[in-house]
């Protein structure tokens, strides 16, 4: 309801990660795009971590929520929240609690934070509210909205550490219910394809850099897909990543059992709570169909190897398989035409949120059915090298067609030239010195807008 404390978690990569007032993961970030040995020095955990808080030189601050386009090539990307409070329907400042928080750590951990955090800010909103609802048919309770992996932080909270008490509703936007593909692929050591355009070799040195970073994050782990999301050439059966007889190569077990046990404890407290009656809180989910997603991992015939991900509809970063909160015994689903990144904008979310502060249903189907998409055969990218970006949608021409490209973090933006070269396909070639660079593509009539990121390396 319009009284209640609205709490944003954001997703991996969602919050700086700071030392002395510095943006650490920011500065590696770039170490690694230039080629820099043990560029992913300062934000790495030691092993064997599990749910436990990191002590010095480990230990970051988790600092202000993501105001620019940020990713970790080949797991996903974030386009930052510099208008999250207006895209939430624009609560009050007394109201309104973004929960910045150290991404690399153990959801479970993250949860039990969580909880502490709105605790307090709850006890807090309940003696202020009186001044700004002082009318309100009820006392105020929790509109906990999460972005991407943010959501399996919140629904932990909900479940497992007892959030569920306090909460009105709960907003998910892109959370992989059941895992990523993608997380796999970076845990084997795959995720940058060999043929990504930097070529086979500086593949291979993102490849061996973010594996072994990622092995001793508690996050990635926990990202592991849940679902059947291995296929073995020449089989027609699909596979879940505990399958015995085709393990995923190079992919820890220990870490798959992490994975395993993360999602059983939900999903136990979970079916506990629902055998004494129904959730107390409703749920809403946000998701999209309209973006090619790794879907599933394919091993060769002996399963010796991965050779490719099968992609499938989802929202560029979540596969609708994962995206369904099949958990909550209804259909939760709110399909927007929005990309994962930018789930939590104002132009994807906005409306849905007036609708639910209001008290009132969001409607099936959100702002976004436009169908504009922009779409990189290959990322990362070689720098200095040119490569193709595609655009698809219908009539673009007549749509007030705009497109630009910028560097994350700065405001130059270029206009960008794409050319028709089938009905409803357009192409451009573009050139980028490395860093992080963003692509935005625009129309009118009706309003349609999507954002990719692009990572360009120094080769």
């Given at each position: 309801m319009e009284h209640d404390l609205v709490v944003f978690v954001p997703g991996f990569l969602g919050t700086r990660?700071?030392?002395?007032?510095?943006?650490?993961?920011?500065?590696?970030?770039?170490?690694?795009?230039?080629?820099?040995?043990?560029?992913?020095?300062?934000?790495?955990?030691?092993?064997?971590?599990g749910d436990a808080l990191p002590e010095e030189p480990f230990r970051l601050d988790a600092d202000a929520l993501l105001q620019v386009p940020d990713s970790v090539p080949g797991l996903l990307s974030c386009m930052g929240y510099p208008d999250i409070r207006a895209a939430l329907g624009d609560p009050l400042d007394a109201q309104f609690v973004p929960f910045g928080y150290d991404w690399r750590l153990s959801?479970?951990?993250?949860?039990?934070?969580?909880?502490?955090?709105?605790?307090?800010?709850?006890?807090?909103?309940?003696?202020?509210?009186?001044?700004?609802?002082?009318?309100?048919?009820?006392?105020?309770?929790?509109?906990?909205?999460?972005?991407?992996?943010?959501?399996?932080?919140g629904r932990h909270y909900l479940e497992c550490e007892g959030g569920r008490e306090t909460a009105r509703t709960l907003v998910t936007l892109g959370t992989p219910q059941q895992g990523l593909v993608q997380a796999a692929r970076l845990l084997a050591g795959h995720a940058i394809p060999v043929d990504a355009g930097p070529g086979a070799d500086?593949?291979?040195?993102?490849?061996?850099?973010?594996?072994?970073?990622?092995?001793?994050?508690?996050?990635?782990?926990?990202?592991?897909?849940?679902?059947?999301?291995?296929?073995v050439e020449g089989?027609?059966?699909?596979?879940?990543?505990?399958?015995?007889?085709?393990?995923?190569p190079v992919l820890p077990g220990d870490a798959v059992r992490e994975a395993m046990a993360f999602q059983e404890e939900f999903r136990?407290?979970?079916?506990?709570?629902?055998?004494?009656?129904?959730?107390?809180?409703?749920?809403?989910?946000?998701?999209?169909?309209?973006?090619?997603?790794?879907?599933?991992?394919?091993?060769?015939?002996d399963g010796s190897r991965i050779t490719e991900s099968l992609p499938g509809p989802g929202d560029g970063t979540v596969p609708r398989r994962s995206a369904i909160a099949d958990w909550t015994g209804t259909d939760p689903m709110l399909w927007t035409g929005f990309r994962n990144a930018d789930l939590a904008s104002g132009p994807a979310l906005r409306?849905?949120?007036?609708?639910?502060?209001?008290?009132?249903?969001?409607?099936?189907?959100l702002a976004g059915e436009e169908g504009i998409v922009l779409h990189f055969p290959r990322d990362?990218?070689?720098?200095?090298?040119?490569?193709?970006?595609?655009?698809?949608?219908?009539?673009?021409?007549?749509?007030?067609?705009?497109?630009?490209?910028?560097?994350?973090?700065?405001n130059d933006k270029r206009p960008v030239?794409?050319?028709?070269?089938?009905?409803?396909?357009?192409?451009?070639?573009?050139?980028?010195?490395?860093?992080?660079?963003?692509?935005?593509?625009?129309?009118?009539?009706?309003?349609?807008?999507?954002?990719?990121?692009v990572t360009v390396v120094a080769v």
């Amino acid at each position: 309801m319009e009284h209640d404390l609205v709490v944003f978690v954001p997703g991996f990569l969602g919050t700086r990660l700071c030392r002395d007032g510095l943006d650490v993961w920011a500065r590696c970030g770039e170490q690694l795009i230039s080629s820099t040995a043990s560029a992913l020095t300062e934000v790495a955990l030691p092993p064997g971590l599990g749910d436990a808080l990191p002590e010095e030189p480990f230990r970051l601050d988790a600092d202000a929520l993501l105001q620019v386009p940020d990713s970790v090539p080949g797991l996903l990307s974030c386009m930052g929240y510099p208008d999250i409070r207006a895209a939430l329907g624009d609560p009050l400042d007394a109201q309104f609690v973004p929960f910045g928080y150290d991404w690399r750590l153990s959801h479970r951990l993250v949860a039990r934070q969580l909880k502490a955090w709105v605790a307090r800010e709850l006890d807090r909103w309940h003696a202020e509210v009186d001044a700004y609802y002082p009318d309100r048919a009820d006392d105020p309770r929790v509109i906990l909205v999460c972005h991407a992996t943010g959501g399996l932080i919140g629904r932990h909270y909900l479940e497992c550490e007892g959030g569920r008490e306090t909460a009105r509703t709960l907003v998910t936007l892109g959370t992989p219910q059941q895992g990523l593909v993608q997380a796999a692929r970076l845990l084997a050591g795959h995720a940058i394809p060999v043929d990504a355009g930097p070529g086979a070799d500086v593949a291979a040195r993102l490849n061996e850099a973010l594996r072994d970073w990622a092995l001793n994050l508690p996050a990635v782990v926990e990202m592991l897909p849940v679902y059947r999301a291995v296929r073995v050439e020449g089989k027609s059966l699909e596979r879940r990543i505990t399958d015995n007889r085709y393990p995923v190569p190079v992919l820890p077990g220990d870490a798959v059992r992490e994975a395993m046990a993360f999602q059983e404890e939900f999903r136990l407290a979970y079916d506990e709570h629902r055998r004494v009656g129904p959730l107390p809180y409703t749920v809403h989910c946000l998701g999209s169909v309209d973006f090619p997603s790794p879907t599933a991992l394919v091993l060769s015939s002996d399963g010796s190897r991965i050779t490719e991900s099968l992609p499938g509809p989802g929202d560029g970063t979540v596969p609708r398989r994962s995206a369904i909160a099949d958990w909550t015994g209804t259909d939760p689903m709110l399909w927007t035409g929005f990309r994962n990144a930018d789930l939590a904008s104002g132009p994807a979310l906005r409306d849905a949120m007036l609708a639910i502060r209001a008290g009132r249903p969001p409607g099936g189907t959100l702002a976004g059915e436009e169908g504009i998409v922009l779409h990189f055969p290959r990322d990362p990218v070689a720098a200095g090298r040119p490569f193709v970006i595609e655009l698809l949608g219908h009539d673009l021409p007549r749509r007030n067609l705009r497109t630009f490209m910028w560097r994350s973090g700065r405001n130059d933006k270029r206009p960008v030239v794409f050319r028709q070269y089938e009905p409803d396909r357009y192409r451009a070639e573009l050139e980028a010195a490395p860093g992080r660079w963003v692509v935005e593509a625009l129309v009118d009539r009706p309003k349609g807008r999507d954002r990719r990121d692009v990572t360009v390396v120094a080769v």
